[in-house]
C-alpha cells in the first residue's frame, strides 16, 4: 500500500530552526509538495520538489532525496505565526496526490 | 473574489436531511475535487472532476453525490449522513489535472456535523 510518514506533533522555539521530516512509500513519484494549514482555515502551497535537492524560499527550504524516500521541509527564525499544521504529500505514478496525516507545529516564546 | 470560495462554513444536518455544499473557483482552473479531511487523518480525495467530468470517484458512499455544472462550481449533495461522515470538506482546484509542478488551491472547507 501507499504511506506518507511524519511526526504528528512538534514544539519549537520562537527565532529557533525546526525540521519536519516526511518519508513515502508510494507507487511510483511524480513529485512532492508541503503545504501549510492553519487551524481552521484552508491549506496553503509551501513548496514543489520534484529532483534531489534543496528548495530555498525565504525562511523555508525544503528537501529532497527520492532514492531515500525522504523529504523534509526546514523553517528559520521561527515566528508565532508559523504555529500551524504541515502537510506532505506525494503524486504517484497515476498523478493522484497521496497525502500525510500533517505534522502539528506548536511555536512556543 | 478571489481563490476558492465555499458555502457554508459550518454545517449541522440531521441524519434524514437533505443538504448541499456549494464551491467556487475564481482561478480559472479545470480541475476540481472534494477532499475530506478527519482529525489527524491523512486528506481523503473523494471526487475529481478535469475540464467538468468526473474522473475520479474513490469508493465513496452514494449518500455523497458529487455536480460539477461548469468548471467555476463544484457540489456535493449530501443525503441519509452518518455520524462518521463528520469531518471538514475541502474544495480544491488546479490547472490541469495533476500534471506538473501545478499545485491546488484550497478553499476553507465546511465543518460538517451529522446528529
Known amino acids: 500500500g501507499q504511506n506518507i510518514d511524519q511526526p504528528t506533533e512538534m514544539t519549537a522555539t520562537e527565532g529557533a530552526i525546526v525540521q519536519i521530516n516526511c518519508t513515502y512509500q508510494?507507487?511510483?513519484?511524480?513529485?512532492l509538495f508541503w503545504y501549510q494549514q492553519h487551524a481552521g482555515e484552508a491549506p496553503t502551497f509551501l513548496s514543489y520538489n520534484v529532483l534531489d535537492g534543496l528548495e530555498e524560499k525565504g525562511r523555508f527550504s525544503s528537501f529532497l532525496s527520492r532514492s531515500k524516500g525522504y523529504s523534509y521541509l526546514l523553517l528559520k527564525e521561527l515566528q508565532m505565526k508559523d504555529s500551524a499544521s504541515y502537510l506532505c504529500a506525494v503524486r504517484d505514478s497515476n498523478y493522484q496526490l497521496i497525502w500525510g496525516a500533517g505534522t502539528k507545529l506548536i511555536i512556543k516564546p | 473574489e478571489t481563490g476558492v470560495t465555499q458555502t457554508p462554513r459550518h454545517l449541522v444536518m440531521g441524519m434524514t436531511n437533505k443538504k448541499s455544499l456549494k464551491c467556487e473557483q475564481h482561478l480559472g482552473h479545470n480541475a476540481m475535487y472534494w477532499y475530506k479531511q478527519s482529525a489527524k487523518k491523512p486528506l481523503e480525495l473523494m471526487f475529481v472532476y478535469s475540464l467538468e467530468e468526473r474522473v475520479e470517484n474513490n469508493s465513496v458512499p452514494s449518500r455523497f453525490s458529487p455536480e460539477c455544472p461548469n468548471s467555476s462550481h463544484l457540489f456535493l449533495h449530501l443525503h441519509t449522513l452518518q455520524p462518521e461522515d463528520s469531518a471538514l470538506y475541502l474544495c480544491?482546484?488546479?490547472?490541469?489535472?495533476?500534471?506538473?509542478?501545478?499545485?491546488?488551491?484550497f478553499g476553507q472547507g465546511t465543518r460538517l456535523t451529522v446528529v
Open positions: 508510494t507507487s511510483g513519484f511524480n513529485g
Open positions: 480544491a482546484s488546479s490547472q490541469d489535472e495533476g500534471t506538473g509542478a501545478a499545485e491546488a488551491f
